[in-house]
DNA sequence: CGTAATGTACGAACTAGTGAGTTCACCGTA
DNA sequence: TACGGTGAACTCACTAGTTCGTACATTACG
Protein backbone atom coordinates (compact mmCIF):
# COMPACT_ATOMS: atom_id res chain seq x y z
CA UNK A 1 0.00 0.00 0.00
CA UNK A 2 1.03 3.60 -0.90
CA UNK A 3 0.39 6.73 1.49
CA UNK A 4 2.45 6.52 4.46
CA UNK A 5 2.46 9.67 6.05
CA UNK A 6 -0.09 12.19 4.57
CA UNK A 7 -2.76 9.85 4.80
CA UNK A 8 -5.96 9.86 2.46
CA UNK A 9 -9.47 10.00 2.41
CA UNK A 10 -11.49 10.06 5.58
CA UNK A 11 -8.47 11.24 8.39
CA UNK A 12 -9.78 11.78 11.71
CA UNK A 13 -6.88 12.82 13.55
CA UNK A 14 -4.65 15.45 12.15
CA UNK A 15 -3.69 18.02 14.65
CA UNK A 16 -2.27 21.02 12.11
CA UNK A 17 -5.58 20.94 10.56
CA UNK A 18 -7.64 20.55 13.66
CA UNK A 19 -5.54 23.82 15.06
CA UNK A 20 -6.43 25.36 12.08
CA UNK A 21 -9.72 24.73 11.95
CA UNK A 22 -10.38 25.98 15.11
CA UNK A 23 -8.61 29.34 14.49
CA UNK A 24 -10.42 29.84 12.09
CA UNK A 25 -13.66 29.60 13.69
CA UNK A 26 -12.07 31.66 16.55
CA UNK A 27 -11.22 34.36 14.41
CA UNK A 28 -14.44 35.18 12.91
CA UNK A 29 -15.98 34.55 16.73
CA UNK A 30 -13.68 36.92 18.18
CA UNK A 31 -13.67 39.59 15.29
CA UNK A 32 -17.78 39.45 15.22
CA UNK A 33 -18.59 39.41 19.20
CA UNK A 34 -15.47 40.72 21.00
CA UNK A 35 -13.66 38.97 24.12
CA UNK A 36 -16.55 38.71 26.44
CA UNK A 37 -18.73 38.31 23.65
CA UNK A 38 -17.32 35.21 22.12
CA UNK A 39 -18.64 32.18 23.46
CA UNK A 40 -16.52 29.05 23.79
CA UNK A 41 -19.47 26.82 23.09
CA UNK A 42 -20.66 28.72 20.05
CA UNK A 43 -16.85 28.38 18.42
CA UNK A 44 -16.62 24.50 19.19
CA UNK A 45 -20.09 23.72 17.56
CA UNK A 46 -18.82 25.60 14.08
CA UNK A 47 -15.61 24.06 14.07
CA UNK A 48 -15.50 19.99 13.28
CA UNK A 49 -14.30 19.04 16.41
CA UNK A 50 -15.35 19.45 19.56
CA UNK A 51 -14.82 22.50 22.74
CA UNK A 52 -12.84 19.43 24.69
CA UNK A 53 -9.89 20.02 21.38
CA UNK A 54 -9.91 23.88 22.05
CA UNK A 55 -9.05 23.43 25.90
CA UNK A 56 -6.39 20.37 24.88
CA UNK A 57 -4.74 22.58 22.06
CA UNK A 58 -4.84 26.01 23.41
CA UNK A 59 -5.23 26.05 27.00
CA UNK A 60 -8.25 28.14 27.50
CA UNK A 61 -10.00 30.79 26.06
CA UNK A 62 -7.76 33.65 26.45
CA UNK A 63 -5.14 31.76 25.10
CA UNK A 64 -6.99 30.83 22.28
CA UNK A 65 -7.87 34.74 21.56
CA UNK A 66 -3.81 35.68 21.92
CA UNK A 67 -3.46 32.60 19.00
CA UNK A 68 -6.14 34.42 16.89
CA UNK A 69 -4.41 37.51 17.36
CA UNK A 70 -0.70 36.51 16.85
CA UNK A 71 -2.04 34.77 13.63
CA UNK A 72 -3.47 37.73 12.04
CA UNK A 73 -0.75 39.99 13.09
CA UNK A 74 1.57 37.44 11.63
CA UNK A 75 -0.63 37.54 8.15
CA UNK A 76 -0.27 41.26 7.68
CA UNK A 77 3.51 41.49 8.28
CA UNK A 78 4.16 38.91 5.77
CA UNK A 79 2.17 40.80 3.35
CA UNK A 80 3.83 44.08 4.13
CA UNK A 81 7.19 42.86 3.47
CA UNK A 82 6.19 41.90 -0.12
CA UNK A 83 6.32 45.68 -0.85
CA UNK A 84 9.39 46.12 -2.26
CA UNK A 85 10.22 49.96 -1.70
CA UNK A 86 13.60 50.49 -2.24
CA UNK A 87 13.51 51.05 -6.09
CA UNK A 88 10.88 53.63 -6.08
CA UNK A 89 11.29 57.07 -6.50
CA UNK A 90 10.51 58.33 -2.37
CA UNK A 91 7.16 59.87 -3.46
CA UNK A 92 6.00 56.77 -5.42
CA UNK A 93 6.70 54.55 -2.77
CA UNK A 94 4.79 56.70 -0.16
CA UNK A 95 1.89 56.52 -2.25
CA UNK A 96 2.57 52.90 -2.53
CA UNK A 97 3.01 51.57 0.94
CA UNK A 98 -0.23 53.78 1.71
CA UNK A 99 -1.98 51.85 -0.70
CA UNK A 100 -1.20 49.01 0.28
CA UNK A 101 -2.02 49.74 3.60
CA UNK A 102 -5.42 50.87 1.90
CA UNK A 103 -5.84 47.51 0.35
CA UNK A 104 -4.85 45.51 3.08
CA UNK A 105 -7.25 46.61 5.95
CA UNK A 106 -10.11 46.91 3.29
CA UNK A 107 -9.78 43.25 2.62
CA UNK A 108 -9.37 42.35 6.28
CA UNK A 109 -11.90 43.63 8.48
CA UNK A 110 -11.46 40.90 10.89
CA UNK A 111 -8.53 42.08 11.50
CA UNK A 112 -9.51 45.58 12.24
CA UNK A 113 -12.01 44.35 14.20
CA UNK A 114 -9.73 42.89 16.37
CA UNK A 115 -7.60 45.32 16.79
CA UNK A 116 -10.55 47.49 17.78
CA UNK A 117 -11.11 44.67 20.57
CA UNK A 118 -7.77 44.75 21.48
CA UNK A 119 -7.23 48.12 22.41
CA UNK A 120 -10.64 48.15 24.42
CA UNK A 121 -8.94 45.59 26.60
CA UNK A 122 -6.03 48.31 26.50
CA UNK A 123 -3.70 45.45 24.41
CA UNK A 124 -2.83 43.65 27.51
CA UNK A 125 -2.84 40.60 25.45
CA UNK A 126 -0.61 41.78 22.73
CA UNK A 127 1.42 42.70 25.40
CA UNK A 128 1.53 39.12 27.37
CA UNK A 129 2.80 37.68 23.30
CA UNK A 130 6.29 37.26 23.80
CA UNK A 131 5.31 36.39 19.44
CA UNK A 132 3.81 39.97 18.37
CA UNK A 133 6.64 41.57 20.64
CA UNK A 134 9.01 39.97 18.74
CA UNK A 135 7.23 40.97 15.26
CA UNK A 136 9.33 43.53 12.73
CA UNK A 137 7.72 46.14 11.16
CA UNK A 138 8.14 46.48 7.56
CA UNK A 139 6.28 48.83 6.48
CA UNK A 140 7.36 51.20 8.70
CA UNK A 141 11.14 50.52 8.17
CA UNK A 142 9.77 50.70 4.10
CA UNK A 143 8.38 54.65 5.05
CA UNK A 144 11.43 55.18 6.56
CA UNK A 145 13.98 54.96 4.44
CA UNK A 146 11.97 56.61 1.60
CA UNK A 147 11.42 59.28 4.04
CA UNK A 148 14.94 59.77 4.09
CA UNK A 149 15.73 60.23 0.44
CA UNK A 150 13.18 62.32 -0.04
CA UNK A 151 14.61 64.97 2.81
CA UNK A 152 18.03 64.39 1.27
CA UNK A 153 16.66 65.84 -2.30
CA UNK A 154 15.01 68.40 -0.60
CA UNK A 155 11.78 67.03 -1.78
CA UNK A 156 9.75 66.64 1.55
CA UNK A 157 9.81 68.49 4.79
CA UNK A 158 12.45 67.37 7.86
CA UNK A 159 9.80 68.04 10.61
CA UNK A 160 8.07 64.95 10.59
CA UNK A 161 9.27 61.09 11.14
CA UNK A 162 8.29 57.75 9.55
CA UNK A 163 5.71 56.98 12.72
CA UNK A 164 3.84 60.24 12.43
CA UNK A 165 3.39 59.87 8.77
CA UNK A 166 2.35 56.09 9.41
CA UNK A 167 -0.15 57.22 12.18
CA UNK A 168 -1.57 59.29 9.64
CA UNK A 169 -2.04 56.36 7.06
CA UNK A 170 -3.41 54.45 9.25
CA UNK A 171 -5.52 56.35 10.85
CA UNK A 172 -7.42 57.44 7.91
CA UNK A 173 -7.28 53.53 6.33
CA UNK A 174 -8.55 52.19 10.16
CA UNK A 175 -10.98 54.45 10.54
CA UNK A 176 -12.91 53.63 6.88
CA UNK A 177 -13.09 49.86 8.33
CA UNK A 178 -13.54 50.56 12.43
CA UNK A 179 -15.86 53.06 12.40
CA UNK A 180 -18.07 52.59 9.43
CA UNK A 181 -20.99 51.54 11.13
CA UNK A 182 -21.62 54.53 13.42
CA UNK A 183 -20.42 56.67 10.51
CA UNK A 184 -23.25 55.45 8.69
CA UNK A 185 -25.77 55.98 11.37
CA UNK A 186 -24.90 59.70 11.70
CA UNK A 187 -23.98 60.69 8.53
CA UNK A 188 -25.78 58.37 6.12
CA UNK A 189 -22.73 57.87 4.12
CA UNK A 190 -21.33 54.11 3.91
CA UNK A 191 -17.43 54.85 3.67
CA UNK A 192 -17.00 51.74 1.93
CA UNK A 193 -18.92 52.29 -0.70
CA UNK A 194 -17.26 51.19 -3.87
CA UNK A 195 -18.95 54.29 -5.38
CA UNK A 196 -16.04 56.23 -3.78
CA UNK A 197 -13.38 54.27 -3.20
CA UNK A 198 -11.09 54.92 -5.88
CA UNK A 199 -11.64 58.85 -4.27
CA UNK A 200 -10.39 58.21 -1.01
CA UNK A 201 -7.39 56.02 -1.79
CA UNK A 202 -6.14 59.03 -4.12
CA UNK A 203 -7.08 61.50 -1.54
CA UNK A 204 -5.07 59.32 1.13
CA UNK A 205 -1.74 59.47 -0.87
CA UNK A 206 -2.04 63.07 -2.48
CA UNK A 207 -3.00 64.23 1.51
CA UNK A 208 0.39 62.79 2.43
CA UNK A 209 2.60 63.61 -0.69
CA UNK A 210 0.91 67.23 -0.75
CA UNK A 211 1.82 67.74 2.83
CA UNK A 212 5.17 66.17 2.86
CA UNK A 213 6.23 68.52 -0.29
CA UNK A 214 4.44 71.59 1.22
CA UNK B 1 -37.74 76.46 60.95
CA UNK B 2 -36.19 77.00 57.06
CA UNK B 3 -35.21 75.39 54.04
CA UNK B 4 -38.56 74.31 52.31
CA UNK B 5 -37.94 72.85 48.81
CA UNK B 6 -34.29 72.45 48.64
CA UNK B 7 -33.49 69.89 51.17
CA UNK B 8 -30.35 70.19 53.30
CA UNK B 9 -27.63 67.86 54.50
CA UNK B 10 -29.14 64.22 53.95
CA UNK B 11 -31.44 64.40 51.24
CA UNK B 12 -32.24 60.59 50.17
CA UNK B 13 -34.58 60.81 47.22
CA UNK B 14 -34.00 62.56 44.55
CA UNK B 15 -34.80 61.15 41.17
CA UNK B 16 -32.63 63.13 38.69
CA UNK B 17 -29.57 63.24 40.92
CA UNK B 18 -30.09 58.98 41.14
CA UNK B 19 -30.40 58.88 37.74
CA UNK B 20 -27.45 61.02 37.27
CA UNK B 21 -25.48 59.00 39.24
CA UNK B 22 -26.18 56.18 36.95
CA UNK B 23 -25.78 57.63 34.50
CA UNK B 24 -22.34 58.63 35.46
CA UNK B 25 -20.83 55.33 36.51
CA UNK B 26 -22.76 53.52 34.01
CA UNK B 27 -20.44 55.66 31.18
CA UNK B 28 -17.11 54.49 32.73
CA UNK B 29 -18.04 50.45 32.93
CA UNK B 30 -19.20 50.59 29.91
CA UNK B 31 -16.37 52.59 28.05
CA UNK B 32 -13.88 50.86 30.38
CA UNK B 33 -15.13 46.95 29.99
CA UNK B 34 -17.28 47.46 26.81
CA UNK B 35 -21.17 46.62 26.30
CA UNK B 36 -21.28 42.69 27.21
CA UNK B 37 -17.87 42.98 29.77
CA UNK B 38 -19.83 45.47 31.95
CA UNK B 39 -21.44 44.06 34.72
CA UNK B 40 -25.00 45.48 36.00
CA UNK B 41 -24.07 44.51 39.48
CA UNK B 42 -20.40 46.67 39.50
CA UNK B 43 -22.20 49.52 38.38
CA UNK B 44 -25.19 48.86 41.16
CA UNK B 45 -22.65 48.74 43.63
CA UNK B 46 -20.69 51.96 42.39
CA UNK B 47 -23.85 53.81 42.61
CA UNK B 48 -25.35 55.23 45.56
CA UNK B 49 -28.66 52.97 45.27
CA UNK B 50 -28.99 49.55 44.50
CA UNK B 51 -29.32 47.24 41.18
CA UNK B 52 -32.96 47.38 41.66
CA UNK B 53 -33.08 51.11 40.64
CA UNK B 54 -31.15 50.78 37.13
CA UNK B 55 -34.06 48.79 36.13
CA UNK B 56 -36.52 50.68 38.04
CA UNK B 57 -35.10 53.64 35.74
CA UNK B 58 -33.69 52.72 33.16
CA UNK B 59 -35.09 49.21 32.29
CA UNK B 60 -32.65 46.92 31.21
CA UNK B 61 -29.09 46.62 30.61
CA UNK B 62 -29.22 47.89 27.22
CA UNK B 63 -31.37 51.03 27.72
CA UNK B 64 -28.98 52.17 30.00
CA UNK B 65 -26.81 51.54 27.68
CA UNK B 66 -28.22 53.64 25.47
CA UNK B 67 -29.12 56.19 27.46
CA UNK B 68 -25.46 56.49 28.17
CA UNK B 69 -24.59 56.83 24.24
CA UNK B 70 -27.39 59.23 23.93
CA UNK B 71 -26.09 61.85 26.36
CA UNK B 72 -22.76 61.27 25.41
CA UNK B 73 -23.56 61.99 21.77
CA UNK B 74 -25.58 65.42 23.06
CA UNK B 75 -22.45 66.43 24.89
CA UNK B 76 -20.44 66.47 22.02
CA UNK B 77 -22.79 68.11 19.55
CA UNK B 78 -23.19 71.11 22.33
CA UNK B 79 -19.55 71.94 22.21
CA UNK B 80 -19.36 71.78 18.15
CA UNK B 81 -22.34 74.37 18.11
CA UNK B 82 -19.98 76.45 20.35
CA UNK B 83 -17.72 76.91 17.28
CA UNK B 84 -18.28 79.90 15.56
CA UNK B 85 -17.67 79.63 12.09
CA UNK B 86 -19.26 82.16 10.04
CA UNK B 87 -17.07 85.22 11.08
CA UNK B 88 -13.48 83.30 10.28
CA UNK B 89 -11.58 83.33 7.13
CA UNK B 90 -12.21 79.73 5.22
CA UNK B 91 -8.53 78.53 6.12
CA UNK B 92 -8.38 79.15 9.63
CA UNK B 93 -11.65 78.03 10.72
CA UNK B 94 -11.18 74.88 9.15
CA UNK B 95 -8.29 74.79 11.47
CA UNK B 96 -9.97 75.66 14.20
CA UNK B 97 -12.37 72.78 13.74
CA UNK B 98 -9.93 70.60 13.23
CA UNK B 99 -8.77 71.36 16.43
CA UNK B 100 -11.67 71.31 18.10
CA UNK B 101 -12.39 68.17 16.66
CA UNK B 102 -8.61 67.20 18.46
CA UNK B 103 -9.58 68.93 21.83
CA UNK B 104 -12.47 67.64 22.27
CA UNK B 105 -11.65 63.61 21.65
CA UNK B 106 -8.53 64.20 23.72
CA UNK B 107 -10.45 65.65 26.68
CA UNK B 108 -13.05 62.99 26.28
CA UNK B 109 -11.17 59.35 25.89
CA UNK B 110 -14.25 57.44 27.81
CA UNK B 111 -16.70 59.09 24.29
CA UNK B 112 -14.16 57.54 21.84
CA UNK B 113 -14.56 54.25 23.22
CA UNK B 114 -17.96 54.07 23.24
CA UNK B 115 -17.77 54.96 19.97
CA UNK B 116 -15.51 51.54 19.14
CA UNK B 117 -17.78 49.60 21.46
CA UNK B 118 -20.98 50.78 19.42
CA UNK B 119 -19.06 49.47 16.32
CA UNK B 120 -17.97 46.21 17.15
CA UNK B 121 -21.74 46.11 17.97
CA UNK B 122 -22.35 47.24 14.20
CA UNK B 123 -24.35 50.31 16.14
CA UNK B 124 -27.63 49.04 16.63
CA UNK B 125 -28.29 50.97 19.33
CA UNK B 126 -27.50 54.04 17.95
CA UNK B 127 -29.63 53.32 15.19
CA UNK B 128 -32.62 51.91 17.64
CA UNK B 129 -32.24 55.28 19.29
CA UNK B 130 -34.34 58.17 17.96
CA UNK B 131 -32.81 60.93 20.18
CA UNK B 132 -29.69 59.96 18.52
CA UNK B 133 -31.00 59.71 14.76
CA UNK B 134 -32.46 63.79 15.27
CA UNK B 135 -29.22 65.50 16.86
CA UNK B 136 -28.11 67.49 14.24
CA UNK B 137 -24.53 67.83 13.37
CA UNK B 138 -23.08 71.28 13.60
CA UNK B 139 -19.43 70.78 13.31
CA UNK B 140 -20.23 69.43 9.28
CA UNK B 141 -22.22 72.26 8.89
CA UNK B 142 -19.54 74.77 9.79
CA UNK B 143 -17.19 72.70 7.53
CA UNK B 144 -19.90 72.72 4.45
CA UNK B 145 -20.04 76.85 5.19
CA UNK B 146 -16.20 77.38 5.42
CA UNK B 147 -15.68 74.86 2.15
CA UNK B 148 -18.17 76.48 0.03
CA UNK B 149 -16.49 79.87 0.55
CA UNK B 150 -13.04 78.77 0.15
CA UNK B 151 -14.22 77.12 -3.44
CA UNK B 152 -15.80 80.59 -4.40
CA UNK B 153 -12.45 82.10 -3.95
CA UNK B 154 -10.96 79.43 -5.61
CA UNK B 155 -8.24 78.90 -2.77
CA UNK B 156 -9.65 75.62 -2.04
CA UNK B 157 -9.97 72.60 -4.24
CA UNK B 158 -13.35 71.54 -5.46
CA UNK B 159 -13.32 67.58 -5.92
CA UNK B 160 -14.08 67.20 -1.87
CA UNK B 161 -17.04 67.52 -0.14
CA UNK B 162 -17.48 68.69 3.76
CA UNK B 163 -17.96 65.02 4.52
CA UNK B 164 -14.53 63.49 3.10
CA UNK B 165 -12.69 66.66 4.92
CA UNK B 166 -14.51 65.36 8.27
CA UNK B 167 -14.11 61.90 7.71
CA UNK B 168 -9.58 62.92 7.06
CA UNK B 169 -10.29 64.77 10.81
CA UNK B 170 -12.45 62.55 12.72
CA UNK B 171 -9.79 59.62 11.38
CA UNK B 172 -6.79 61.10 12.86
CA UNK B 173 -8.46 62.51 16.18
CA UNK B 174 -10.00 59.17 16.97
CA UNK B 175 -6.89 56.91 16.02
CA UNK B 176 -5.29 58.72 18.67
CA UNK B 177 -7.57 57.94 21.24
CA UNK B 178 -8.93 54.33 19.77
CA UNK B 179 -5.90 52.79 18.98
CA UNK B 180 -3.46 54.25 21.61
CA UNK B 181 -2.98 51.42 23.15
CA UNK B 182 -2.08 48.53 20.21
CA UNK B 183 -0.18 51.29 18.71
CA UNK B 184 1.87 51.57 22.04
CA UNK B 185 2.69 48.00 22.24
CA UNK B 186 3.60 47.56 18.63
CA UNK B 187 5.58 50.54 18.07
CA UNK B 188 6.39 51.80 21.46
CA UNK B 189 4.99 55.66 21.01
CA UNK B 190 2.53 56.71 23.05
CA UNK B 191 0.51 59.25 20.57
CA UNK B 192 -0.92 60.62 23.72
CA UNK B 193 2.50 61.96 24.82
CA UNK B 194 2.50 65.83 26.09
CA UNK B 195 5.48 66.12 23.98
CA UNK B 196 4.18 65.36 20.72
CA UNK B 197 1.08 67.09 21.53
CA UNK B 198 1.57 70.64 19.77
CA UNK B 199 3.30 68.71 16.61
CA UNK B 200 0.24 66.83 16.24
CA UNK B 201 -2.31 69.28 16.87
CA UNK B 202 -0.29 71.87 13.92
CA UNK B 203 0.21 68.57 11.63
CA UNK B 204 -3.46 67.57 11.42
CA UNK B 205 -4.36 71.21 9.98
CA UNK B 206 -1.50 71.89 8.11
CA UNK B 207 -2.52 68.11 6.63
CA UNK B 208 -5.87 69.43 5.54
CA UNK B 209 -4.86 72.78 4.35
CA UNK B 210 -2.12 71.79 2.53
CA UNK B 211 -4.73 69.24 0.77
CA UNK B 212 -7.30 71.53 -0.10
CA UNK B 213 -4.94 74.46 -1.55
CA UNK B 214 -2.40 72.47 -3.44
C1' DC C 1 -0.29 -2.11 25.96
C1' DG C 2 0.89 2.81 26.44
C1' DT C 3 0.09 7.16 24.72
C1' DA C 4 -1.94 10.80 22.03
C1' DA C 5 -6.29 12.40 20.53
C1' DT C 6 -11.25 12.77 21.03
C1' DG C 7 -16.21 12.73 22.75
C1' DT C 8 -19.77 13.38 26.51
C1' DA C 9 -21.77 14.80 30.53
C1' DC C 10 -21.58 17.57 34.24
C1' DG C 11 -20.84 21.34 37.75
C1' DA C 12 -19.46 25.56 40.13
C1' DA C 13 -19.71 30.27 39.48
C1' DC C 14 -21.67 34.00 37.58
C1' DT C 15 -25.30 37.29 35.62
C1' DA C 16 -29.34 39.73 34.08
C1' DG C 17 -33.55 40.45 35.67
C1' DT C 18 -37.73 40.16 39.14
C1' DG C 19 -41.15 39.61 43.17
C1' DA C 20 -42.62 41.46 47.04
C1' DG C 21 -42.57 44.38 50.50
C1' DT C 22 -40.95 49.14 52.83
C1' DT C 23 -40.13 54.08 53.53
C1' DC C 24 -41.03 58.68 52.60
C1' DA C 25 -43.21 63.10 51.14
C1' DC C 26 -47.33 65.06 50.28
C1' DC C 27 -52.34 65.99 50.25
C1' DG C 28 -57.12 66.25 51.33
C1' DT C 29 -60.18 66.08 55.12
C1' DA C 30 -62.36 66.06 59.58
C1' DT D 1 -53.55 69.78 63.37
C1' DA D 2 -54.07 65.00 63.62
C1' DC D 3 -54.70 61.29 60.36
C1' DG D 4 -55.27 58.08 56.91
C1' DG D 5 -54.66 57.50 51.91
C1' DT D 6 -51.58 57.44 47.82
C1' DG D 7 -47.94 56.84 44.73
C1' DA D 8 -43.11 57.47 43.79
C1' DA D 9 -38.62 56.07 45.33
C1' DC D 10 -36.26 52.53 47.42
C1' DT D 11 -34.35 47.78 49.61
C1' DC D 12 -33.44 42.91 49.76
C1' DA D 13 -33.50 38.34 48.61
C1' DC D 14 -34.15 35.29 45.03
C1' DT D 15 -34.29 32.74 40.42
C1' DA D 16 -33.85 31.07 35.86
C1' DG D 17 -30.57 30.65 32.61
C1' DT D 18 -25.62 30.98 30.96
C1' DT D 19 -20.80 30.03 30.55
C1' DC D 20 -16.14 28.48 31.26
C1' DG D 21 -13.84 24.74 32.40
C1' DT D 22 -13.13 19.66 33.71
C1' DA D 23 -13.68 14.63 35.14
C1' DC D 24 -14.21 10.55 32.97
C1' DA D 25 -14.72 7.38 29.34
C1' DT D 26 -13.35 6.03 24.66
C1' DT D 27 -10.96 5.45 20.42
C1' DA D 28 -7.10 5.11 17.26
C1' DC D 29 -2.33 4.01 16.62
C1' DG D 30 2.52 2.52 17.00
Redesign the interface.
Known amino acids: MAAPSSSEAERQRDKDRTRADILDVATREFAD?????ARVDEIAERTSTTKRMIYYYFGGKEQLYIAVLERAYSAIRALEASVDVEHLDPEVAIRRLAEVTFDHHEANPDFI?L??????H??KH??RSEI?AG?A?PA?DGLTRALDRGRESGRFRA??DA??I???I???C???L??????????G?D?LDPARRE??RR?LS???I??LT?
Do not use: W
Open positions: KGYTGRVSIENIHAIALLNLDVLDHQVSSFVFRANRHTFAAIFRMHHMDLVDYS
